[in-house]
């Protein structure tokens, strides 16, 4: 797999800080698992946090270690066996298994427009943002449609292209405001993309706004 | 606002003060033999810090208190899953507090999991250069966060220490977005500079 296009060192940190709203934690962690790059970043910028740890001036705790609590505990043990490769089983990246089962064809689609099939993956805070899969026809145009906050998608399946280039399974388009895009999908794959957009107040404008194309609503 | 000193002197207050080895080697005695005194020692150099951290995160004394003793019962648990070569011990224990927080202060899933080897081969020992080249990194990374400028530090202590994402501290701090980004990714290519010639 041949990843062109990655998160921004901007959206990287924030995964590195553990502070991403969870709909993008979600994408980022399916990209990480497909790609070596971004987790060798990753691990440069784990130092950044560690420092700033590490120089916290330290709260005293006013209770003991918890020594009594050690033994009744069980320890994880390394799995046995040789490493599993990093990812991908099929193409649903590992971190989305346990929400999408280990294929995109068993996905229970919701017809959303023509061409356009949507599936909406539960939050635990919705009202933080929004997470769902898209898939669109081989050739069909998504209208243009121009963003008012965060926006993360990636591929899963197919490709699709638009002024800013082709993306493939693996790629990531880390939008940033204000950016007017019309992306069309591959001609003889289609596309099936990871979609996070951020939610906060504007999260139904918002949302409508993603899925308005779509629906014509 | 600042919310961290960073030109502390180096004065042997940090968790390195036993030294970075030894710390790893605590976390090694009781992947080996369920070391409870190692575990003590671990416990009385990250508690304090963790809860600080938790504190920061938002939580109150008594559920910082409470998540500190997590951590570090999650520490003891996983202590066979540490790699010397994924990192320093603080790496990982902050790494176990980070995950702790999302699940139990934002109650969100972690997504992002724990390094454990992941596609890379474990290895129990680190070779003394890793070591070295470690402790380096450490604090050269510390010494390049000192030196950035303080609207900088602010966005990334905004986002490791008090857990704000990219938009809440647009609005914290009145700026634009993409302001916020921009400052992460200059501090990031700081940091980056600092240790390019290390690895
Ligand atoms: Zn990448």
Request: with cysteine; glycine share 8%.
């Amino acid at each position: 797999m041949k990843i062109t296009h990655h998160p921004s060192d901007a959206s990287l940190m924030s995964c590195s800080a553990g502070s991403m709203p969870e709909a993008f934690a979600a994408v980022m962690a399916s990209h990480i698992a497909m790609c070596p790059c971004c987790r060798g970043t990753l691990s440069t910028m784990e130092h950044i946090g560690t420092a700033l740890f590490d120089q916290l001036p330290p709260t005293p705790v006013s209770r003991p270690a918890p020594v009594a609590a050690l033994r009744a505990m069980d320890a994880d043990v390394p799995s046995q066996g040789p490493a599993q490769e990093a990812g991908v089983l099929g193409d649903v990246p590992d971190p989305l298994v346990k929400v999408l089962g280990t294929s995109l064809d068993d996905v229970p689609w919701k017809r959303v427009g023509p061409g356009v099939w949507s599936h909406n993956i539960t939050l635990s805070d919705p009202s933080r943002g929004d997470l769902r899969l898209i898939k669109i026809a081989p050739g069909q145009v998504v209208p243009d449609h121009g963003h008012h906050g965060n926006e993360m998608t990636l591929v899963l399946r197919g490709a699709y292209s638009d002024a800013s280039g082709v993306y493939r399974a693996g790629d990531v388009a880390d939008l940033d405001e204000h950016i007017e895009h019309q992306p069309i999908a591959d001609p003889v794959e289609g596309c099936i993309c990871l979609i996070a957009v951020e939610g906060r107040l504007k999260f139904k404008s918002r949302v409508a706004r993603l899925v308005q194309p779509f629906t014509g609503f | 606002m600042i919310p961290i000193v960073l030109n502390a002197p180096p004065d042997g207050r940090g968790l390195n003060a036993p030294g970075p080895l030894s710390m790893a080697e605590f976390l090694q005695r009781i992947a080996e033999r369920g070391d409870v005194e190692a575990f003590r020692k671990l416990f009385q150099a990250y508690a304090p810090r963790v809860k600080a951290y938790m504190m920061r995160q938002g939580a109150d004394a008594n559920t910082a208190e409470e998540l500190a003793q997590e951590t570090l019962l999650t520490v003891w648990r996983k202590a066979g899953l540490y790699s010397g070569e994924k990192g320093s011990a603080t790496t990982w224990i902050f790494t176990i507090a980070r995950n702790l927080r999302i699940d139990r202060l934002r109650r969100e899933l972690t997504w992002v999991e724990l390094p454990d080897g992941h596609n890379e081969e474990a290895s129990s020992d680190a070779l003394p250069d890793e070591i070295l080249a470690e402790q380096e990194r450490k604090l050269r990374v510390q010494a390049a966060l000192a030196t950035l400028p303080p609207d900088q530090l602010e966005v990334v202590s905004l986002s490791y220490i008090e857990g704000l994402s990219h938009s809440e501290i647009a609005d914290r701090l009145g700026l634009p977005l993409g302001t916020v980004k921009s400052r992460m990714r200059l501090a990031y290519h700081k940091v980056r500079e600092s240790v390019e010639d290390l690895k």
